[in-house]
């Protein structure tokens, strides 16, 4: 990986292991890695049973549904197949909650619990233009979702 990718992979765990105000810590989480990709959304949620949550964001505003049901929409199909789940145009695909009119493309990672059998958040990556995620973008979301793994467990 590039030295700025893993520079800021150093960076999210520090981060993420650092305790404290949880809320400013997925704030600049987003922000890290949204500037990785110049992305025009990223979302850090909590993820319980029944109801996925936001955390922290970064982007133009806040996300139409802070809160919903964890069966709902792109993140509930990542959270059932416990994998990242890639809509390239938003628009064809009806698991889409539309959080912002704008959004064409989206990418959810799932973080899972130590062991694999739960997922406890997720990362979402919007961007205004279709088919917006390389492989390499997948990889580098991916990357940092588990570096920031401390966030969800440290809570």
């Known amino acids: 990986m590039p030295i700025v990718v893993n520079n800021t992979l150093n960076e999210i765990r520090s ?3 650092s305790g404290g105000d949880r809320p ?3 704030k600049r989480l987003a922000e890290l890695i949204r500037k990785l ?3 025009r959304w990223v979302g850090i949620y909590d993820v319980r049973p029944e109801l996925v949550s936001i955390i922290g964001w970064s982007g133009p505003s806040a996300p139409e549904y802070p809160e919903f049901p964890a069966s709902k929409g792109l993140t509930g199909s990542a959270i059932q ?3 990242m789940v890639i ?3 938003v628009r064809t695909d009806p698991r ?3 959080a912002f009119a ?7 990672v799932p973080v899972l619990a130590p062991g694999g059998d739960r997922v406890i958040g997720t990362v979402d990556v919007e961007s205004e233009l279709a088919n917006a995620f390389s492989e390499r973008d997948q990889q580098m979301i991916d990357h940092c979702a588990q570096a920031a ?3 969800w467990l440290l809570r």
């Open 15 to 17: 981060l993420a292991m």
């Open 24 to 26: 400013a810590q997925a």
């Open 37 to 39: 990709g110049e992305y």
């Open 81 to 83: 197949q416990k994998k």
């Open 87 to 89: 809509a390239g145009d």
């Open 96 to 98: 889409y909650l539309t």
């Open 102 to 108: 704008s959004t064409l493309s989206e990418i959810i």
């Open 149 to 151: 793994l401390p966030l």
